[in-house]
């Protein structure tokens, strides 16, 4: 499956903007797909992951109530909402997909979990 991310951009802190995750090749409906980001001179971190059927959903603490992911399965596509942005979400966001035999929290926050990457979308907050 191949992976194209979009939807970055420049916004002020407080604002909000909503990322896509375009799958095409294989039905990303066969996948569980998460999103990491990386920022500069740091490690990549784990934002959020959704199932397969988009019925179990994991946001990391740091954006737990701010941000929220989806996936629209018709579409081969996944979302991250983010509101009320801060400086320090500024980064790379990646989009990722993984055929995880289960599902739980720790399996899908770790990066290795997840077999195909998209090119990674910049999301820049100012302050």
Known sequence: VQLQASGGGL??????????????????????????RQA????REFVA??????????????????????????KNTMYLQMNSLKPEDTAVYYCAAGLIVTFSMVRATKSS?????GQGTLVTVSS
């Open 40 to 43: 500069p001179g740091k490690e």
């Open 113 to 117: 979990s997840y077999d195909y990457w």
């Open 11 to 36: 916004v002020q802190a407080g604002g909000s903007l909503r990322l896509s995750c375009a799958a095409s090749g294989r039905t990303s409906s066969t996948y569980h797909m998460a999103w990491f």
């Open 49 to 74: 992951a959704i199932s397969k059927s988009g019925g179990t959903t994991y946001h990391a603490d740091s954006v737990k109530g701010r941000f929220t992911i989806s996936r629209d399965n018709a």
